[in-house]
């Protein structure tokens, strides 16, 4: 069976309010901004209390949760997870789920079921069989890397854990570049919707100035896969963290979301684009540069940042410590790497005023220093406690100086 487009998946999800498709099976009533309650609608929960909640977060999404009962998807790890869901597709499924029910629904047949409640015609994927050849690929080129000791050492060298590999589907290839053999690690390109689309190719032997072959081989534009639009790891995006931070690299990305970092994205060394901007005005979301501060870094965000702003999103910046990248920073911070990067980052803004107010600041300590005895000489003259008490408030009312 083929696969749905994303495109059509999408209009399904937009088509579909989440607040109405609910109250077709429980009444809700409001409960604050952006917030409704009603008794569990499960036919599993007897549910005496309103228990049940729907959510319209801020980003635009819908959420939805039930507090007293823990029913719900059984594909999901926690029990305690069973009674949440982020969007329309999850309520379907959950709903269908109950002791002796007959019939189970799936995800593709939630899609199906709100497809015909939106009155949108079906539309299977034209390039599955490409998506399938692509996955299997990658497969194969993972069991290369999980079979070489060399392969492995250099990539456990790096941080990089097993279940990291397997999560991102690391792989090993060897192509023939400039009369050689060259071993590059090779990363997978997913899509939104977890598709693989492409790749990327890493050499793992790479010396700037001596190597003739490029560090980085990516995948040719296709009718699938465009590199100006690509984000690298945007898979992973959850609007759990209104972010999305964007750094240089994929070993940045892999490195960085190891240890818990969240909605860690890279261009796959392209400059930003127009197209980039596009997509992330989708996502509703606050961009974040976590970049270091050098003139390189600094010309990128500052263009970057201009594109972003004429689109009518304003973007933080998180300045990484010199000579560090965000991988650097991970394996030192490992599982504060989260924590450092929201309390580093600011908007743009306020990166830009830093330095031309650390002058200011300068400037006006000189001045306070000069004018500081005459201050001191001009208090001999107050004659009683309040006199003196006025004057204090008023130098540092006008001078910012206490004494």
């Not at 996955?135 to 392969?151: F, G, P, Q």
């Not at 974040?288 to 010309?299: H, I, N, P, Y």
Request: charged share 25%; hydrophobic share 35%; net charge negative.
């Amino acid at each position: 069976m083929a696969r749905l487009t994303d495109g059509f998946i999408q209009r399904v999800k937009e088509a579909t309010d989440l607040l109405e498709l609910v109250g077709e099976y429980v009444e809700l009533t409001s409960a604050g901004s952006n917030l409704w309650m009603a008794n569990c609608p499960h036919p599993d929960h007897d549910d005496p209390t309103p228990s049940f909640r729907v959510c319209h977060n801020a980003d635009g999404s819908w959420s939805w949760y039930c507090g007293g009962c823990h029913m719900g998807p059984k594909n999901l790890h926690s029990k305690a997870l069973r009674n949440v869901g982020s969007d329309c597709f999850a309520f379907i499924q959950w709903m269908s789920e109950y002791k002796g029910s007959k019939h189970v629904i799936g995800w593709r047949e939630s899609v199906e079921i709100l497809a015909k409640r939106a009155g949108i015609p079906m539309e299977e994927d034209k390039f599955d069989k490409t998506y399938q050849m692509l996955y299997t690929v990658a497969r194969k080129r993972h069991k290369n890397l999980m079979d070489s000791d060399e392969a492995l050492d250099y990539i456990h060298g790096r941080g990089i854990t097993d279940n990291t590999l397997d999560e991102w589907q690391i792989g090993l290839m060897t192509v023939h570049e400039f009369g050689q053999d060259v071993k590059r690690l090779s990363f997978p390109l997913f899509s939104r919707h977890n598709r693989v689309i492409g790749e990327s190719a890493r050499a793992i032997e790479y010396v700037k100035d001596e190597s003739k072959f490029p560090k980085y081989r990516n995948s040719a534009n296709s009718r699938i896969f465009n590199k100006s639009s690509y984000l690298y790891g945007l898979h992973r995006y959850t609007s759990d963290v209104p972010e999305l931070r964007i750094t240089e690299g994929a070993m940045d990305v892999i490195t960085a979301s190891q240890f818990g970092a969240l909605n860690v994205v890279c261009s796959l060394g392209t400059a930003f684009t127009k197209e980039h901007v596009m997509e992330i005005k989708t996502l509703k979301t606050t961009p974040c540069f976590c970049l270091d501060g050098d003139a390189a870094g600094q010309k990128g965000i500052k263009r970057a940042v201009g594109m972003l702003a004429e689109a009518g999103i304003y973007a933080k910046v998180c300045i990484l410590p010199e000579g560090k990248d965000l991988a650097d920073l991970a394996l030192e911070l490992k599982e504060d790497i989260e924590e450092y990067i929201e309390l580093h980052s600011m908007m743009y803004w306020e990166y830009l005023l830093e330095e031309p107010l650390k002058v200011f600041n300068a400037q006006l300590n000189a001045v306070r220093a000069k004018i500081l005895p005459m201050i001191m000489q001009a208090s001999k003259g107050t004659t009683t406690p309040e006199d003196r008490i006025l004057m204090r408030n008023f130098v540092k009312e006008r001078t910012g100086i206490e004494f």
